[in-house]
């Protein structure tokens, strides 16, 4: 896909982090981006740094996710380009002793499943939303591309750490239906990639102490050091260039992997 202003892209999670370095690199590259994030002040406010549009959207929502893309294609048309970055977290482990009382807790579930209803279902929410819109578009390549699709998972997918029970098995599942989502569209020209980051500068990552982090880039192999968001957003890019990338997951982490704590 050759990237310019006659391709229009939908970027969620794009108000921070690796969602807005993205959002970002597209609009440098010319193409128009419509940005759905939940923070409606810092999502308007990259929105008008790149001349896109935002839309208020929770990802797990279907009525907000159709409202958000009848916006979004009202304004600059229908996108070719989806790239998932909406994305929550949260620290517990599945059983808990309390060192004062002795009691024994189990993960509740109620924020298990709301991870898994951000990160994965919210994921396969805009997948399937967006890849119905993508149909009626003609081809924009001599292969009959019409749309390509960048998730994000993690490399908590396959080294989950203790007390990310729920994150890894949220990213696992988006790791896991990459191949048969991108079987299921590729008889209509729409390709579907997955990165799994590792450590990188997040907003969450960067609300640590400075020595924290500081350890945290130390324990990446090389370049031992954390990753910045523009770095994703770079292979975003090249996935959308380059047609070959189908159906695939790649790691983008500096070849860390994730100890147990």
């Known amino acids: 896909m050759k990237l310019g202003s006659d391709i229009s892209a939908v970027v969620t999670g794009g108000a921070s982090g690796l969602g807005e370095a993205s959002a970002r690199q597209l609009a440098k590259m010319g193409v128009k981006v419509s940005i759905f994030d939940m923070n ?82 919210g994921t396969f929410n805009m997948i399937t939303q967006c890849a119905v819109g993508m149909l009626d578009v003609d081809p924009i390549t001599d292969d009959g591309e019409r749309g390509v699709i960048v998730n994000t998972a993690s490399v908590a997918a396959t080294d989950g750490q203790i007390g990310q029970a729920a994150y890894s098995a949220s990213k696992g599942g988006v790791l896991g239906m990459t191949l048969p989502i991108a079987r299921d569209l590729s008889r209509d020209g729409i390709r ?56 695939e997951a790649i790691r983008l982490d500096g070849a860390i992997r994730m100890a147990p704590k």
Do not use: W
């Open 40 to 121: 409606a002040e810092r999502g308007q406010k990259v929105a008008d740094d790149i001349g896109g549009i935002f839309a208020h959207v929770d990802v797990s929502d279907e009525t907000s996710v159709a409202d958000g893309l009848t916006k979004a294609r009202a304004a600059l048309g229908q996108e070719n380009i989806l790239v998932n970055c909406a994305g929550i977290a949260v620290a517990r482990k599945t059983v808990s002793r309390d060192r004062e009382t002795g009691t024994v807790r189990g993960h509740d579930l109620a924020s298990f499943s709301t991870v898994l209803k951000v990160n994965l279902i």
């Open 192 to 247: 579907v990639c997955t990165i799994l980051p590792g450590l990188f500068r997040t907003p969450m990552v960067e609300g640590l102490p400075q020595e924290a982090m500081q350890k945290l880039g130390a324990s990446v192999p090389f370049p031992a050091r954390l990753g910045e968001p523009s770095e994703y957003a770079s292979l975003v890019q090249h996935i959308c260039e380059n047609g070959m990338l189908n159906g």
